[in-house]
């Protein structure tokens, strides 16, 4: 959730937005959200750690494409950079010895899944992902994607079935994350 918060707060570093005392404000809204949707627990401080960082990483990705899809098309950029991903993956994986022969045995169901969502969840929403940012601030898009665990669970329920409920404060996170992204939008739609 804090990657709008630093793509935000990174804007003006890469292009030339200016940082909003609206955005910043709908990003603690927004912050709160995810908040109640993933419980504040500090057992689990490490994670949290690795998330920020893993953030303010994905926010200098976002921001750099918004900047790359001015230049390249889309289909483009998301092709090498995900060959560069799947290379340095590779490299490490031989690397570290974590392939064997049978690193690629894989059930004919596992395989659909997996090219279900390397295809339709990873790569085609990668593509329309950059190359809605000809249209979009690298903000709108950041603070739009923090609706993944929102649609995750509603689509793992859909897809397997289970019928496991929800704490209240997944509800009313999800319903502040869509508000927040409405919020967005209406703001938006006022300026000139």
Same mark, same amino acid.
């Given at each position: ?25 709908? @990003? ?35 921001? #750099? ?6 230049? #390249?098309? #889309? ?5 090498? @950079? ?22 690629? @045995? ?24 950059? @190359? ?9 898009? #950041? ?50």
């Amino acid at each position: 959730s804090s990657t709008a918060l630093f793509v935000a707060v990174l804007s003006p570093l890469f292009g030339k937005r200016k940082l909003t005392t609206y955005v910043m404000s709908l @990003e603690v809204v927004d912050i709160g959200g995810l908040g109640l949707i993933y419980g504040s627990e500090t057992k689990y401080s490490a994670g949290i750690v690795f998330a920020l960082i893993s953030s303010l990483l994905a926010s200098i990705f976002t921001l #750099a494409n918004a900047e790359l899809i001015k230049k #390249a098309t #889309a289909t483009a950029i998301t092709t090498t @950079e995900m060959l560069a991903g799947a290379g340095a993956l590779s490299i490490y994986l031989l690397a570290s010895g974590k392939v064997d022969s049978t690193f690629l @045995e894989i059930g004919l169901t596992d395989l659909f899944w997996l090219i279900l969502l390397a295809v339709v969840a990873t790569a085609f929403a990668f593509v329309v992902s950059v @190359e809605i940012m000809k249209r979009l601030s690298p903000f709108t898009v #950041a603070i739009t994607i923090n609706l993944e665990p929102v649609y995750s669970i509603i689509l793992a329920l859909v897809i397997f079935g289970d019928s496991e409920e929800m704490s209240w404060g997944f509800y009313l996170g999800a319903v502040i994350i869509v508000g927040t992204i409405f919020v967005n939008a209406w703001l938006k739609s006022k300026k000139p």
